[in-house]
């Protein structure tokens, strides 16, 4: 549901009679807490990492399942839109979608001879890059093809724009 520029959503717990209510701040804040359907109250034991009992871990892995699949859904998904905005703005090229298998991977042609230079845009679980299987949480990935000379350039002005992102982020909190 949006209200003004924020979202809010309220997703049922399938291992207890528990309600999770999520807000979504229009600058991309996300937070939310879990409540009791029978007695109303805010399931607290959310909030408490000391507290390792098995109900209070099911609780709380499906809580993180619920976030992760806002984060895929939302926040990858609009960091890829800019990216493809940002390719479509200075060189004013369309994504194309090449693979059956994978209809969200976009790739970014040169106009005359129709050969990749955005080499692909995709979603990836940010285990498969890690190692760390455990991982779900997706990740837009851009695999660029560029002049070895040009790479100096590029690595500099991309760890400028996550010095921006993290300058952001913490001035967020």
């Known amino acids: 549901m949006k209200n003004g520029d924020d979202y809010y959503l309220e997703?049922?717990?399938k291992s207890a009679n528990f309600l999770a209510k999520i807000r979504i701040l229009s600058a991309g804040k996300v937070s939310g807490n879990v409540y009791?359907?029978?007695t109303g109250e805010e399931y607290l034991l959310l909030r408490v990492e000391s507290n390792t009992g098995s109900?209070?871990?099911v609780v709380k892995a499906e809580y993180r399942a619920i976030l992760?699949?806002?984060a895929g859904k939302c926040f990858v998904k609009a960091?890829?839109?800019?990216?493809?905005?940002?390719i479509k703005t200075r060189y004013g090229?369309?994504?194309d979608f090449p693979f059956k298998k994978f209809p969200d991977?976009?790739?970014f042609r040169n106009p005359q001879n129709r050969k990749w230079y955005g080499g692909l845009l995709m979603a990836v679980l940010l285990g498969k890059l890690t190692g760390d299987e455990k991982d779900q949480q997706e990740a837009a990935v851009l695999n660029?093809?560029?002049a070895e000379k040009k790479l100096p350039a590029l690595l500099e002005e991309a760890l400028a724009m996550l010095d921006e992102s993290r300058a952001f982020t913490e001035r967020k909190k």
């Open 93 to 95: 090229d369309e994504p």
């Open 55 to 57: 109900f209070s871990a």
């Open 11 to 13: 997703v049922p717990l």
């Open 36 to 38: 009791d359907l029978d």
């Open 144 to 146: 660029l093809k560029l």
């Open 79 to 86: 960091q890829a839109d800019r990216i493809k905005d940002g």
């Open 105 to 107: 991977y976009a790739v």
């Open 68 to 70: 992760q699949d806002i």
